[in-house]
Structures are given as structure tokens and as C-alpha cells.
């Protein structure tokens, strides 16, 4: 959880498993993009750090953030060892936020339980346009870089747990 101190992109290098020989998808909102852009550079550039080949890695485009899910569904099927799901939904006058909120949450998680893929959640559901700039590359860090360690660290426990 993110905090007023807390800059998302620290961690520590040393405890993030090899990469190097995985695939990795990313699904990317185009809804709000200046934030999703944001989130997809956070990471890309983490995933390539952390020597996943530029080939390794497939994107997707999708409307908006509940579109998410579809794409999430389509990319398990691209041979890839893990998903990342970029999306920016901001507070807006109308519940139509709590609807999409509450629907690619519960996709993901069911994409979760009915596939063998892992897919990240690194969707921001921000108040404020401002709170989505301070995640997605601003004060506090990138939630994008958070998603891609989050990523590397599944599809290790995937193949550790499949060997």
C-alpha cells in the first residue's frame, strides 16, 4: 500500500528472482494515458533491467480499464509467463467509477483463479488526476515498476511450483 512516504519504485535488486529467460505481457488502458503510458514505462524499463529481452515482452492496447480483463484473457493465451494489467480509473461525479473498479478487480482475480498465468494488478484507482501523476512516475514512485517486480516474482513461484 502506498503511503505518503513511500516511493513505490525501492526495492532491493538482490532479492528479485533471475527474469532472464521469461515472457511477459503487458495490457495497457488507453484510457488516461498519459497515466497508463506512465505505468507502462515504470514497467518496461524495470523488466528490461532485470534482463528480460525487449522480444520477451508483448503489449497489448485496450480501450479503457475494463477492457482490461478481455485483453488479460487474450495475452494468457501468447505463451507468455505473466500478465500485466495497466489501467488508470480516476473519481469522477457518477458511481460509474466504483462499477469499473469493482468489475476489472473481481476479472483479474477470477483470471487468477481460473488460469495457470499470473496477472498483476497495476491498475491505479485514484480521486484525483494528481494521486494517478504521484503513482505513475511522480512523488511516489511508479506503481508500474511495482506491478514488474510483482510479475517477475510470480512467474518464478509459477515455475518453481510447476517444475
Known amino acids: 500500500m ?84 495497466i489501467g488508470s480509473v480516476i473519481q469522477g461525479e457518477t458511481k460509474h467509477f466504483d462499477f469499473v473498479c469493482e468489475a476489472v478487480s473481481q476479472g483479474i482475480k477470477d483470471l487468477n483463479i481460473q488460469v495457470d498465468i499470473p496477472v498483476i494488478f497495476c491498475v491505479l484507482t485514484d480521486n484525483t488526476l494528481q494521486q494517478a501523476i504521484d503513482r505513475s512516475g511522480g512523488k511516489h514512485g511508479n506503481k508500474g515498476t511495482e506491478a514488474a517486480i510483482a510479475a517477475i516474482k510470480m512467474a518464478a513461484l509459477r515455475k518453481n511450483c510447476n517444475s
Not at 512516504?5 to 527474469?19: E, G, Q, R, V
Not at 495497457?28 to 498519459?34: F, I, K, L, M
Not at 524495470?46 to 475494463?66: E, K, M, W, Y
Request: net charge negative.
Open 2 to 85: 502506498a503511503t505518503a512516504n513511500k516511493n513505490l519504485s525501492h526495492y532491493d535488486k538482490n532479492t528479485i528472482p533471475n527474469a532472464k529467460d521469461f515472457r511477459f505481457g503487458i495490457v495497457v488502458s488507453e484510457w488516461n494515458d498519459t497515466i497508463t503510458e506512465g505505468l507502462y514505462e515504470g514497467a518496461y524499463q524495470t523488466l528490461t533491467d532485470h534482463d528480460v529481452a525487449p522480444s520477451n515482452i508483448i503489449r497489448f492496447d485496450v480501450p479503457g480499464s475494463f477492457e482490461l480483463i478481455y485483453g488479460s484473457k487474450k495475452m494468457q493465451q501468447q505463451q507468455v509467463d505473466a500478465v500485466i494489467a
